[in-house]
């Protein structure tokens, strides 16, 4: 089973950006479906994107066509781009990595994002 690290958060003003960064342990991490989550303050953890192990990918609506998902896998690393962050995109945000043969799945610590003026 993988074990996966973020990094990349951090406090950016309205309309900023950040990428964010996921690298994982092991050696199969292709055949692995990765995704980025989120959870704000008194709120559930909610999936933003993710990108399969043949590279499809999908979007939360309130992320599509500012966010994107993509994955290196000679790196064993997944990215989350943010463009155009708003405060609603504040949250702690975890990176999940989830082997669609088995069902199982493994969770980073997560890294917190700050979208303030």
């Known amino acids: 089973q993988v074990q996966v690290v973020e990094s990349g958060g951090g406090l950016v003003q309205p309309g900023g950006s950040l990428r964010l960064s996921c690298v994982a342990s092991?050696?199969?991490?292709?055949?692995?479906?990765m995704g980025w989550y989120r959870q704000a303050p008194g709120r559930q953890r909610e999936l933003v994107a993710m990108?399969?192990?043949?590279?499809?990918?999908n979007y939360a609506d309130s992320v599509k066509g500012r966010f994107t998902i993509s994955r290196d896998n000679a790196k064993n690393t997944v990215y989350l781009q943010m463009n155009s962050l708003n405060t609603e995109d504040t949250a702690v945000y975890y990176c999940?990595?989830?082997?669609?043969?088995?069902?199982?799945?493994?969770w980073g610590q997560g890294t917190q994002v700050t979208v303030s003026s």
């Open positions: 999940n990595a989830r082997r669609p043969v088995t069902g199982l799945s493994s």
């Open positions: 092991g050696n199969i991490f292709s055949l692995y479906d």
């Open positions: 990108i399969t192990s043949v590279g499809m990918s």
